[in-house]
């Protein structure tokens, strides 16, 4: 009875003061999306708008280029890092993998941006050969072909501690001592975090001191860990123009306990690029450390499917896990290579050789295509994408 009653004086409302009936309404009514969008937040997450993709480039304009960064293909179906970046006439190389034949493969293309046979800067992350290899190269014939034994070396930054006792680590030991013999300076990561024996944190690259290679701090260059990768040198690369200042983060193969101390020892910001954390591997690029940077565009070193570590297909890389977690901020993910046949030696380029640079605006360019990875034929028939 009562609700009836409550009816009929709702249509006399309406009746004799349709205007303000309809505003009460339409209040209701904004209210009621208001609340339902705040239930749908809480349940999702913000909505995150895609990341623009980043412009097109040419090769050719790559070596008039006021900074590049290159991520290079190794020439075999390892999986391993290496990373080139061209400021002027200064050149940084951060890891050489993946295997000794690499040496050749990279210091081709090395030889095509550097003419004056000076690397300025080398940095070896940690001491797998993945990330090492290529310093060593070729030593049994006349000629060495690592690139500590082809190259003039500036300063060379090391891992700080490592538990390793191998072969191709103690061969590296050997290349470096003959790099120190012809000049090279060798700091480990620890001496430049706190700028001992003419070490330094920060390393100008250009004369107009605008763009700086940044050692990072990791709690792992002052205690020890199980972990190799943990021990990766952790850099971070700015660059300063008139209308913006760009950033890119190298964390080697750091893991999660790893990223976990570098966001809490360090003021990271959000990064233009990030060079994907341990080749894409589920075990790192946490959500701590991409919450943090925020990254733009990710470059993952691997040759993607590759069974080399692992046989868990979710887990090749670059692995579900870490894509799930990348692409809650870009879609602009590339990788170097792609796995055909790993047991019978089948490789061929994903992105190819990529080469991020900036030109009045930053740019892309890839020796093989810019095919973002979500659209490629190896991500449809073997990944999810869930932002």
């Not at 080139?84 to 030889?111: F, Q």
Request: proline share 3%.
């Amino acid at each position: 009875m009562a609700k009836r009653n409550v009816n009929k004086a709702v249509k006399k409302a309406a009746k004799k003061y349709p205007k303000a009936f309809i505003a009460v309404l339409a209040v209701l009514l904004v209210i009621a999306i208001v609340v339902l969008a705040v239930m749908y937040v809480k349940k999702i997450g913000p909505f995150k708008p895609a990341e623009p993709p980043v412009a097109t480039g040419t090769k050719a304009e790559i070596v008039n280029a006021d900074l590049s960064v290159h991520f290079l293909e190794l020439g075999n179906k390892y999986t391993g890092d290496c990373t080139l970046i061209k400021v002027g006439n200064t050149e940084v190389l951060i890891d050489a993998g993946s295997r000794k034949n690499s040496a050749a493969t990279i210091s081709a293309y090395i030889d095509e941006y550097c003419t004056d046979g000076v690397l300025e800067y080398v940095i070896a992350t940690h001491a797998h050969q993945d990330h090492i290899a290529g310093f060593v190269g070729n030593t049994s014939g006349t000629e060495k072909t690592g690139v500590l034994y082809k190259y003039e070396i500036g300063t060379l930054i090391q891992f700080s501690l490592t538990n390793a006792t191998s072969a191709i680590y103690n061969e590296y030991c050997q290349a470096v001592e003959y790099a120190k013999s012809r000049g090279t300076e060798v700091y480990t990561a620890k001496q430049c975090w706190y700028e001992t024996d003419g070490a330094k944190k920060k390393y100008y690259l250009d004369d107009g001191n605008n763009i700086s290679l940044n050692v990072l701090y990791n709690y792992y260059y002052d205690n020890k860990t199980e972990e190799e990768n943990d021990y990766s040198v952790c850099t971070l690369l700015t660059q300063v123009t008139p209308e913006n200042t760009f950033n890119y983060l190298f964390t080697g193969d750091l893991e999660e306990s790893g990223e976990s101390y570098l966001v809490d020892n360090n003021s990271l910001p959000r990064v233009e690029l990030f060079k994907g954390g341990h080749h894409g591997s589920y075990t790192a690029s946490t959500e701590k450390l991409l919450n943090t940077v925020k990254p733009k565009n990710v470059a993952v070193c691997c040759c993607c499917g590759t069974t080399e570590y692992t046989s868990n297909k979710n887990n090749t890389f670059p692995a579900q896990a870490f894509i799930d977690r990348v692409a809650k901020h870009t879609e602009n993910i590339y990788c170097t290579t792609l796995i055909t046949d790993y047991a019978n030696n089948g490789f061929t380029s994903m992105n190819g050789n990529i080469v991020f640079y900036y030109k009045d605006e930053l740019k892309l360019y890839c020796s093989n295509n810019t095919t973002v990875l979500k659209d490629t034929v190896w991500f449809k028939e073997n990944r999810v994408w869930s932002p």
